[in-house]
C-alpha cells in the first residue's frame, strides 16, 4: 500500500521562497505518478501539477504554470512543491496525491496536506 | 479550459437516495471519479472510473457517467455521509475538479 507522508505547516512572509515535500513509501517511487492539489481557505480542490518520476514528466495546470515548480527526488522517494517568491494568495492547504494506475489519472492516495500560510 | 459544474448543496434525509451530478462538454467520454472530504481531513476517493469502488467503500456508494453528465449517487444515506464531494476527470495531460457540492443530511 502507498503511504504519502507531507512536511509540516509553513510560515512566510510575500517575497520568501519556499519548498514542500512529499515523502512516497510502499511500493515502487518511479512507477507512480504524483501530483500536487490547492485547497484554498473554505474553497475547493485545484489540480497544480503532476510529475512521473521515473523520467521526471511533468505536466502544469495553466493556471500554475510558471508559478511553481514540481520535482521529484528518486534517491528519496520525495516529491516537492517550490516557490521563488510567495503571494498572500498562496495561503492554502497543499495536498500531494498519487494515482494506482499509471494509466488513468484518479487519485487513490493522498498525503495528509501542508498547510502554508503566507502573511507580512 | 475544460470545465466540471456542480450544485453547492444537496440536501437528502436519512434513508433515502442523494443524487450528486456534474457536468461538462461530453464527459461520458472522459473517466469520471469522486472524492469525499470531510472537514479538516484529506478527500478520500469514493468512486474511479465511472462506477468502480475502491476497496473498503460501502456499496451505497454508486456512479454513472454518460453524454455530459456524471452522477454520485447514494443510497440509504447515512449522518456519516454528510461531507463535501467533488468529480474529477482528466484529459490531455489535465486533471480537472469539480467546484464541489456540499451534502447535507438532515
Known amino acids: 500500500e502507498v503511504q504519502l507522508v507531507q512536511s509540516g505547516p509553513e510560515v512566510r512572509k510575500p517575497g520568501e521562497s519556499l519548498k514542500i515535500s512529499c515523502k512516497h513509501s510502499?511500493?515502487?517511487?518511479?512507477?507512480?505518478?504524483i501530483g500536487w492539489v490547492r485547497q484554498m481557505p473554505g474553497k475547493g480542490l485545484e489540480w497544480m501539477g503532476i510529475?512521473?518520476?521515473?523520467?521526471?514528466?511533468?505536466r502544469y495546470s495553466p493556471s500554475f504554470q510558471g508559478q511553481v515548480t514540481i520535482s521529484a527526488d528518486k534517491s528519496i522517494t520525495t516529491a516537492y512543491l517550490q516557490w521563488s517568491r510567495l503571494e498572500a494568495s498562496d495561503t492554502a492547504i497543499y495536498y500531494c496525491?498519487?494515482?494506482?494506475?499509471?494509466?488513468?489519472?484518479?487519485?487513490?492516495?493522498w498525503g495528509q496536506g501542508t498547510l502554508v500560510t503566507v502573511s507580512s | 479550459s475544460y470545465d466540471l459544474t456542480q450544485p453547492p448543496s444537496v440536501s437528502v434525509s436519512p434513508g433515502q437516495t442523494a443524487s450528486i451530478t456534474c457536468s461538462g462538454d461530453?464527459?461520458?467520454?472522459?473517466?469520471a471519479s469522486w472524492y469525499q472530504q470531510k472537514p479538516g481531513q484529506s478527500p478520500v476517493l469514493v468512486i474511479y472510473?465511472?462506477?468502480k469502488r475502491p476497496s473498503g467503500i460501502p456499496e451505497r456508494f454508486s456512479g454513472s457517467n454518460s453524454g455530459n453528465t456524471a452522477t454520485l449517487t447514494i443510497s440509504g444515506t447515512q449522518a456519516i455521509d454528510e461531507a463535501d464531494y467533488y468529480c474529477?476527470?482528466?484529459?490531455?495531460?489535465?486533471?480537472?475538479f469539480g467546484g464541489g457540492t456540499k451534502l447535507t443530511v438532515l
Open positions: 461530453k464527459l461520458g467520454d472522459k473517466y
Open positions: 496525491a498519487s494515482p494506482r494506475d499509471s494509466s488513468d489519472w484518479h487519485f487513490d492516495y
Open positions: 510502499g511500493y515502487s517511487f518511479t512507477n507512480y505518478w
Open positions: 472510473q465511472d462506477n
Open positions: 474529477q476527470a482528466w484529459d490531455s495531460s489535465a486533471v480537472v
Open positions: 510529475i512521473y518520476p521515473g523520467d521526471s514528466d511533468t
